[in-house]
């Protein structure tokens, strides 16, 4: 079974700091890799993905990850967060086996606080 | 473009009554998922669905029903509400087999409270 670990369940950071949240993953086959964002009160959003090829992804916002395969990671990077990136950041993976879409599997979040 | 939208968006019933958690997506999508959040353990799969008629469950189906008569509605049951139950309710589509299929978008949610 798939499993995400996510090491950091609340990050507080102050405005232009740079972020990294670690994510990394448990499972024995090619996975599709996601991060989605939660801000306050909102539905989930799609930050990034990763299906193939380059394992340096960018997303919206400002925001990238990159997949190291070796480690079974997909951390997400910001190099100077803002006040409104205030969120709930999840990691999400579902396995790449070609044999149709699989429901994903999150990781249970990092809490990110900016403090102005 | 109203994409995917779920109703009702909060929802208080009691322990041991029917309750039914409506999602619509307007893009046609073959896929159709149920997930619940809670506090702790981020969103889990509940059921889901790959095209009308075929569903198959996900980590935490029990107490749930689902159906898919329509591509474009996913209903969930709760056949028998219980406390366990209040969650924050998220359903989701993709349009696997395109560019784009195996990202999931996600509806608003529904706030489902079981006194």
């Known amino acids: 079974a798939q499993s995400v670990s996510q090491h950091n369940h609340h990050v507080i950071l102050s405005e232009a700091a740079s972020l990294e949240l670690g994510c990394n993953y448990s499972?024995?086959?090619?996975?599709?890799l996601f991060w989605y964002v939660q801000y306050p009160g909102q539905h989930l959003q799609l930050l990034l993905k990763?299906?193939?090829?380059?394992?340096l992804v960018k997303g919206i916002k400002g925001f990238e990850a990159e997949f190291i395969k070796s480690k079974f990671s997909f951390n997400l990077r910001k190099p100077s967060v803002q006040w409104s990136d205030t969120a709930e950041y999840f990691c999400a993976v579902n396995s790449n086996s070609g044999g149709g879409a699989d429901g994903l599997t999150f990781g249970k979040g990092t809490h990110l606080i900016i403090q102005p | 473009d109203a994409g995917i939208t779920q109703s009702p968006r909060y929802k208080i019933t009691e322990t041991g009554r029917q309750v039914t958690l409506m999602c619509h997506q307007t893009w046609s999508h073959s896929y159709m998922f149920w997930y619940r959040q809670d506090l702790g353990h981020g969103l889990r799969l509940i059921y889901y669905?790959?095209?009308?008629?075929?569903?198959d469950k996900g980590e935490v189906p029990d107490g749930y029903v689902v159906s898919r008569s329509k591509t474009e509605n996913f209903p969930l049951t709760l056949e028998s509400a219980t406390r366990s139950q209040t969650s924050v309710y998220f359903c989701?589509?993709?349009?696997?087999?395109?560019?784009?299929?195996?990202?999931?978008?996600f509806g608003p949610g529904t706030r489902l409270l079981v006194l």
């Open positions: 669905s790959a095209a009308a008629d075929i569903t």
């Open positions: 989701a589509s993709s349009d696997y087999g395109t560019a784009t299929g195996e990202t999931q978008y």
């Open positions: 990763y299906f193939s090829g380059d394992p």
């Open positions: 499972y024995g086959g090619t996975v599709n």
